[in-house]
């Protein structure tokens, strides 16, 4: 009976399958403890996670480790950081050989930062999934989360992905949706959907034969760009819609933040209302139109047409500010700090 069960469990435990797992920030480290936690169930073994070098952070620049190492090391899981996998290089060439020595089955790849050759794509014998945040082809590249909200995407949600050697171009798995709410930022959006892809990439694992047998090809005429964003994007143009701007607030929070500036000053704009149709101006873009206790009116430009009419120039209710040097405060506490005036106009640094 004893060799018996020993042949049996040793049969089981070879048909599990191995798992890399690559990913770097917080968005991946979410489903890293999902896996982690469902090895049994899902029949897998994470035999290695891959994960950025460590980087300086903070006021000491003191070398920090990535939430994803952070998830590996907790739970005593092999990690490597190569800086590189191309073949033109000897680092490249060593980072291949060590990751085809874990002999994965597959490699989950969430937000990992480094780019994957077709030679590395290879190595696992089910090839590299993606979790991909968008419903692809949405958006495609670094930044779907922030820009669907900059464009005003109503859903968003889940895409995992075979990965081949485009720009997150391969065949589609596994999609799942979601909502985008009113009130989303770029944050709360985020945590959404780095719990939607713990449960998506858990699904596709359950039967991966099954999804990869139904996969479907993208439509390549559907696709957008998400560019990484860069820090000027927070600046705002007062002259643009109140709802672009609106959007532009949240899809900008917590980085890079959207701000303009107040006699030079940067001001930092946290948090507004959403934008009523019926808030109309003629002030100029960029003015203070009234500080009151539950929002700051700020003029700005023209909105959307609406049944054939000129649209009128739209205002945006501010409730949450920063003023330069100071701390987060809200309309009321503005209103009674007397901080800013009725006629005060946003605009430039050079304004």
Known sequence: MTTTNAVFNNMVQTNRLRVV???TPEFAAASLEALIAQQEQLNIDIVAVYTQPDRKAGRGQKLS????????????????QPVTFKKSNTEGLAARQTLASYQPDVMIVAAYGLILPVGVLNIPTYGCLNIHASLL????????IHRALLAGDTETGITIMQMDKGLDTGDMLYKVSAPIETHDTASSLHDKMAELGAAAISTVLKDLAHYQAQAVAQDDSQANYAEKLVKTEGEIDWTQSASAIERQIRGLTPWPGAYTFLNGARVKILNSLPVNPTQQTNEPAGTVISVGRKAILVACGKGEPTDDKTPAASALAITKLQLAGGKPVT???ICHGNQLDDGDQFGPESH
């Open 65 to 80: 480790a990535s939430v994803v190492k952070q998830v590996a090391l907790a739970h005593d899981i092999a990690i490597e």
């Open 137 to 144: 082809p949405r958006w495609r590249g670094a930044a779907p």
């Open 331 to 333: 309309a009321e506490q």
């Open 21 to 23: 797992f690559a990913g």
